[in-house]
């Protein structure tokens, strides 16, 4: 009889779990008993990264010559200036204000504001000094005068001279009336004719010029008297953004925004002294390959007996607009040059991209197979050059130009209606060799037209770069590089944000490890301290390598004050993430010892085909596991553990972590099923702090049959391993990363569905921190499977 | 033998048994998974149709421009076309509005560019094919170069959507979205201002619509039945009238959503939570602010639109204290310089928030200042203010007040030091603005406090409102009537969007157009020039370009019954006048010469009854509620002795 009940009962129950299994949806539950998680409890503690508002435009206010004034808005770029031997504080902060708005007291046009700090020894926060400057003003921020040199307008990016810290101020957006500064009388009021004096360039001084003409160069100013000095007439006039001073305090490169853009260099005859030397542009011979620098004069002494020549700064010799696009030495074209960086001597800067397609580069490009009718300038053809580093980036996104020359692909890219750069890239030119190349991609490039992710409904990507603007570097004390990348999309549209109403359209802050080669997106650190939906402009370094000063420019999404202002902030901490090293999140590749190859990072249940890794001879001990973590910290040490048809382990302790594949007796390695564990620490071997292990499984194949993919979740292949589903805290935000692409649903300390993200790597606490009532608990439970109780601690 | 609880259990497990049996063969036909597959691959196979349809409409353009094709064929794949594209609006404006209204079926005027190197670019897409393909001299070759992008848009735009998941979520919002999307846009033929096949094409949409729905329509009937047979009902109805009734004139818009549109809008919404989906508020950012709240069920809710999407004020922060406190600034002179105006002597309680002039009186009786005065009422559901549109926030546009030499002639150092003289404006804006501490008298409380009070005076009101809310039976036939031509014939709701009925572009009301319109400097028909004023062009410094002189921002339309004189400048005095000027084509329609003229020059062939009835209609939107705004009956206080106490409320003029 009893036999006969449970019979009963457990066919009810299989039947019932098979009605059940028909109403299993991807939808999840309004509720859940929170009494009912795993045993294991996860620990979200604190990211070691924090923030401190430093300046807010329009609520502080500045000291004008004319009294003190609100501060006007827009930040933008942030230069700093390191004090010297016999100077207090630590350096003076120079933040851009990019809109020309009109001010009774600060001055028309643009400007910037200037302030000093020091490092408080408590805290570790930075001061904003009281200071009394030459004038006599007196206070805590101060704007910059810019009347002896006519005004300015437009500052967006700008340098800070690497040997010293000079400032620069960049006048990007290119006027060419004066009706379009005057804006109403909203903009630059006087409009009166500028009479050039005390810029020390020969040649300059005492010309009368329109006052639109005294717009568009780089303007040197002086943070310790928060004054401009000159503007730089003989770097040329153009819609600058960004450039840098190399530390030789004599080499100069600068980025112009325009399509096509310039990349320009003035090497001074003397350090230090920028009034005189040799300018060049960046040009490319497209038979040879390679590029090369092409000296222009910007001089208005050409014709001095003719005043009308010498006068002519609008399209004369002092303006550059689209005039070195001409001709046999024709400029290399760039589309949207941003803000141009510099580290271990070579140069980095963005290129933004363009939405729509690129058929202004066909005006400046000679078609060559079909020749087009184009209008002349100055008597010369255009010719705008197309360099290999944008063929190598066409090649990535469309494949299918691998198999044509780099003709065919210039062809091709300025042929109507072929190539949308929606995602931009980053750049880099290295002086040794001259030669500029592709740094890093925008990207992925979710459906292109060559399918380079066809996968229907494949979802948005984990990580997704587009459209970079800042650009800097960030050493921390123990002496690691991060480049860091500042986005400002210029769409929303193909898929630069994730699907649905409501989405993420944040620009993301980035950091990249400069010791990782063949950096793609995947290797992109996300920094999560930025205000909800603000374009982050300006990113530089404390001179200590501890805080990252932040520019926030005026967000279109609305947060709380100050948040919804443009601010200037810091984020503090980079010193602290090595503390903390037992927190870094692992990741894996497979790679051949001998081949420099760039490998994807291993997903969960990926199958690797061994026939990819290059033939020739070689040993079994060129198979290595290598771990990359994030952040990359010169500390603590990790525990591999290997299981699969040949199992091992290693204690790792140095940077660049590798390991050996387990090899079979005959010394060979072996196709099948792997499970990795990598546990870090935060001492060395095994000691301090441990971290939370993460478990990679991927399968080692031959991969002989034609239906066997290569890197990448196979789903035809049936494995013998469940899935494991893993939380483990992120680092540098306060976010939970998963082992597995998921869909999960938050729920509150009582249980109650307070938010679902849908196939996504990780979560921001701060995206429903809100929600949870004030409690530091809650449950993360993923699409058919228990939830997992999350503790936010300290 | 006597039943044991043995037996019981037996007895109960069969039935149990016999029951879950029962529920596992009568198994549901699809479970959720299997449903969005469905729904995705539809939606992909719609994609790869509407690029074929365009490339088909790219060959006919090549052939016609090589002298070899006919206008006929060319014209009927355009539509095929068309039609492609309105059966996956519904999802490809959900998952990239953007893409869509730059490349493939945006306003055919020009546009600046977005991105900081601003620049002009010429429309492209399907509107401006439109035309091109119907006009009475097609130009062959202009034909092929629009046909050739549209295609290339087409192609990329296919491949970028394949990336994109769907969630159930997603198919209920977008759902939603079109119903205003159809009603807004495509009935009054919005996106066919040539062809005017808005009926049609609405059909097309709503068809696509019940298509998925009704994947639902088991889950939705085991959740509540009642629910899925209305929504069954309704979409089937309204499928009925919009094949029966195919006339653009005589369609009967009101009865269409009051018996249709609305019911389903609000229907989705209870299946969407009756199935348990996820909503919007719970896959946002907890801060982030979105302009629709889903959660009203009816398209002139009064809370459809979320005001604070709009402003940078949060809605944690909006209570009646800081209105209170806004009010008192507003109605307080003390925010000008010699202490004798408001911000109500231009924007008067009793004219629905305007003065009756045609441009107001400048400081000082020294003529007037630019433009006339707009009224307050609803004013923040915009999303740039200003007549040329340079301010970007409503706390941004108190600034420009403060700083005019003809209004205010202040600034705001001035401005804290006075409010700080008051103890009891000090306390007020300490309780207000606890997180200043000791300085809470600042440029963000002040302009916040004034917003606030802006934000309370947004209310839709009005007996159209309270009729299509159903909280009202009647509503007069000419008001009716009127409804009907404003959306449709009389296109007025082609640029005054409903339920705003101002510049924001449905569905999502996030963004405020401006049109140019021709808008002359005088009345009388013998002296009449085109009005001097730049508009958006003399806005903002970055919005400076050709496409913008004259220029103005769409303001809205309810109210108008008390806000005369009517226009930028206040040149027409009367409704009838307005409704002259746009039945003969605006400026362009008059004679004047108008560059980039938006507003379509042709007259619009509007009788006598029809003017007037479409005055009782906008006479319909003044809201019932205008008595309870009242000025404060007296305005904080100084110290005794100071001058500030003699200040009058409102102001002396």
């Known amino acids: ?422 995602h931009g890239r980053i750049l880099c030119y290295d002086p040794t060799t001259s030669q500029v190349s592709l740094f890093l991609e925008g990207g992925p490039y979710p459906g292109d037209a060559n399918g380079t992710s066809a996968a229907l409904g494949a979802g948005y990507p984990d990580k997704h770069f587009s459209n970079p603007d800042g650009l800097n570097f960030l050493t921390t004390p123990q002496g690691k590089t991060y480049m860091i990348i500042c986005e400002d999309l210029n769409g929303r549209s193909y898929n630069r944000v994730p699907a649905g109403a409501q989405s993420n359209s944040t620009c993301e802050l980035w950091a990249l490890d400069m010791d990782v080669p063949f950096p793609g997106v995947e290797d992109l650190i996300r920094i999560g301290q930025v205000p909800l939906g603000a374009e982050v402009t300006g990113a530089q370094q404390t001179p200590d390598g501890k805080t990252l000063l932040v520019n926030s420019q005026h967000p279109r999404t609305t947060n709380p004050f100050p948040f919804n202002n443009s601010l200037t902030y810091a984020i503090h901490g980079w010193d602290k993430l090595a503390e903390v090293a037992e927190r870094r999140v692992a990741k894996l590749q497979l790679i051949d010892r001998n081949d420099v190859t760039a490998r994807p990072y291993v997903n969960y249940g990926d199958t690797i085909c061994l026939a990819d890794f290059n033939q020739g001879p070689r040993t079994s001990r060129d198979w290595v596991l290598k771990v990359v973590m994030e952040p990359q910290i010169i500390q603590g040490s990790l525990d591999i553990q290997v299981s699969g048809p040949v199992s091992g382990s290693r204690t790792e302790n140095y940077f660049n972590y590798l390991m050996e594949m387990p090899l079979d007796a005959s010394g060979n390695v072996v196709t099948g099923t792997y499970t990795v564990t990598i546990t870090p620490y935060s001492g060395r071997n095994l000691s301090g702090t441990q971290g939370v292990a993460r478990t990679f499984v991927f399968t080692l194949s031959n991969c002989g049959s034609s239906n066997v993919m290569r890197q990448g979740v196979n789903p035809a292949i049936e494995t013998s391993v469940e899935e494991v589903f893993q939380v483990y805290p992120n680092p540098t935000a306060d976010a939970l990363n998963f082992n597995v692409k998921s869909s999960v649903a938050i729920y509150n300390e009582m249980g109650q569905r307070v938010a679902v993200y849908r196939d996504v790597n990780n979560i921001n606490v701060n995206d429903f921190r809100s929600k949870l009532a004030g409690k530091n608990v809650f449950f993360v439970k993923p699409e058919g499977r228990e939830a997992v109780k999350v503790v936010l601690t300290k | 033998m006597k039943p044991t609880v043995t037996h019981w259990l037996i007895i109960s497990l069969l039935l149990a048994f016999g029951l879950t049996f029962t529920a596992f063969t009568h198994k549901p036909s699809k479970t959720y998974e299997s449903i969005t597959d469905n729904i995705r691959l539809s939606y992909n196979q719609g994609l790869e149709s509407f690029y074929q349809e365009v490339k088909d409409l790219q060959a006919e353009a090549d052939k016609l421009a090589e002298g070899k094709g006919d206008v006929e064929n060319i014209q009927k794949q355009f539509l095929q076309s068309r039609d492609a594209f309105k059966k996956i609006e519904y999802l490809a404006t959900y998952y990239d509005d953007e893409f869509v209204t730059l490349f493939i079926n945006g306003a055919p005027l020009p546009k600046v560019t977005q991105d900081d190197n601003r620049s002009i670019s010429q429309p492209v897409g399907l509107q401006i094919l439109e035309e091109n393909i119907f006009s009475d001299e097609p130009d062959a070759k202009e034909i092929q170069i629009l046909s050739k992008e549209l295609s290339a848009s087409v192609r990329d735009f296919l491949f970028s959507q394949k990336v994109p998941a769907l969630y159930d979520r997603f198919v209920f919002e977008a759902a939603r979205f079109e119903l205003i999307r159809i009603f807004s846009l495509g009935l009054t033929g919005f996106d066919t201002p040539v062809t005017l096949r808005g009926i049609e094409e609405s059909h097309i949409a709503m068809q696509a619509l019940k298509d998925a729905i009704s994947l639902y329509d088991e889950l939705i009937s085991s959740r509540n039945e009642n629910l899925a047979k209305r929504i069954r009902k309704n979409f089937d109805g309204a499928l009925n009238y919009l094949e029966e009734n195919q006339d653009f004139d005589s369609f009967d818009r009101l009865h269409f959503l009051t018996t249709y549109l609305n019911p389903l809008y609000r229907d989705l919404l209870k299946a969407h939570k009756a199935l348990g989906i996820e909503t919007i508020d719970e896959t946002a950012h907890a801060r982030e602010k979105f302009s629709i709240n889903y959660d009203a069920e009816n398209i002139f809710s009064k809370d459809l639109i979320n005001k604070f999407y709009y402003t940078e004020q949060l809605e944690e922060q909006y209570d009646d204290e800081v209105v209170e406190l806004g009010k008192l600034l507003f109605f307080d002179p003390i925010l000008s310089d010699k202490l004798e105006r408001s911000c109500a002597s231009c924007h008067q309680p009793d004219r629905a928030f305007t003065d009756g002039q045609k441009k107001s009186l400048a400081r000082g009786f020294d003529g007037t200042v630019d433009r006339n005065s707009p009224t307050l009422l609803n004013a923040v559901y915009s999303s740039r203010y200003f007549y040329d549109l340079r301010a970007e926030r409503l706390e941004k546009q108190i600034h420009h007040v403060l700083f005019n030499d003809k209004e205010f002639n202040m600034n705001f150092f001035q401005v804290f030091n006075r409010l700080s003289k008051s103890p009891e404006y000090a306390e007020r804006f300490r309780n207000v603005f606890p997180q200043f501490g000791t300085n809470p008298i600042n440029r963000y409380s002040v302009a916040t406090a004034l917003s606030s009070y802006i934000i309370s005076l947004g209310s839709w009101e009005s007996e159209f409102d309270q009729y299509v809310r159903e909280e009202k039976d009647e509503i007069a036939d000419e008001v009716k009537r009127g409804f009907n031509l404003f959306m449709g014939k009389a296109g007025c709701g082609t640029c005054h969007f409903a339920p705003t009925f101002n510049g924001l572009v449905p569905p999502l009301y996030q963004e405020n157009e401006s049109e140019i319109l021709g808008v002359p400097d005088s009345k009388d028909p013998a002296k009449m020039q085109l009005d001097s004023d730049p508009g958006r062009y003399k806005g903002l410094l970055q919005e400076q370009f050709e496409i913008y002189m004259h220029s103005f921002k769409t303001v809205t339309i309810r109210n108008i019954e008390k806000t005369a004189p009517y226009m930028h400048n206040g040149v027409y005095d009367k409704l009838e006048e307005v409704m002259d000027f746009y039945n003969k084509g605006g400026g362009e329609g008059m004679g004047l010469e108008v560059p980039y003229q938006t507003l379509p020059p042709d007259p619009l062939g509007l009788n006598d009854q029809e003017i007037s009835d479409l005055i009782a209609f906008m006479k319909s939107l003044t809201n019932t509620d205008l008595h309870r705004h009242t000025k404060p009956e007296k305005l904080p206080s100084f110290p005794e002795g100071s001058e500030f106490n003699k200040r009058v409320v409102g102001g002396i003029y």
């Open chain 1, 1 to 422: 009889m009893n036999k006969v009940i449970i019979l009963l009962l457990s066919v009810m129950f299989a039947v019932t779990a098979a009605t059940a299994q028909t109403d299993v949806t991807k939808l999840f539950p309004e509720s859940i008993d929170p009494g009912n998680y795993l045993a294991d409890t996860v620990l979200l503690p604190q990211s070691p990264l924090s923030m401190q508002i430093l300046f807010i435009g329009g609520h502080d206010s500045v000291e004008t010559r004319r009294g003190k004034a609100l501060a006007k808005q827009w930040h933008d770029f942030i230069g700093f200036t390191p004090a010297q031997a016999g100077e207090t504080g630590m350096g003076w902060v120079s933040v851009n204000h990019e809109r020309i708005v009109a001010d009774d007291k600060i001055g028309d046009g643009g400007g910037m504001t200037t302030f000093k700090v020091e490092r408080d020894p408590a805290t570790g926060l930075l001061n904003i000094m009281n200071q009394t400057l030459a004038d006599g003003r007196s206070g805590k921020f101060f704007n910059v005068n810019f009347d002896n040199v006519g005004e300015t307008g437009m500052n967006c990016a700008g340098i800070t001279s690497l040997y010293d810290g000079r400032i620069w101020t960049a006048e990007e957006w290119f006027r060419t009336s004066v009706s379009s500064i005057y804006a109403g009388g909203n903009g630059v009021r006087d409009t009166a004719d500028w009479v050039i004096s005390g810029s020390g360039f020969p040649g300059f001084d005492g010309d009368t010029i329109k006052k639109v003409d005294n717009f568009n160069y780089m303007v040197e100013i002086d943070p310790r008297t928060s004054e401009a000095i000159r503007k730089q007439y003989n770097w040329g006039r153009g819609g600058w953004e960004g450039g840098v001073v190399m530390g030789d305090n004599k080499t100069v490169y600068l980025g112009e925004d325009a399509r096509p853009g310039l990349f320009t260099r003035f090497i001074a005859d003397t350090p230090g002294d920028f009034t005189k030397g040799t300018y060049s542009y960046y040009a490319y011979d497209e038979v040879l390959e390679q590029g090369y620098w092409q000296d222009y004069e910007i001089n208005n002494i050409e014709d001095a007996a003719n005043l009308s020549t010498r006068n002519s700064y609008t399209d004369g010799a002092v303006t550059l607009q689209g005039k070195p696009f001409t001709g046999d030495t024709a400029a290399a074209m760039f589309i949207r040059n941003e803000w141009v960086a510099a580290h271990n001597g070579r140069v980095y800067w963005t290129e933004t991209g363009n939405d729509g397609f690129w058929n202004e580069f066909t005006d400046y490009r000679l078609h060559k197979s079909s020749p087009v009718s184009i209008a002349d300038y100055n008597g010369n053809n255009y010719n705008g050059k197309i360099g290999n580093w944008l063929i190598e980036a066409a090649r990535m996104r469309f494949p299918a130009l691998n198999a044509v020359s780099n003709d065919s692909v210039r062809e091709w890219l300025t042929a109507d209606q072929n190539f949308r750069d929606s």
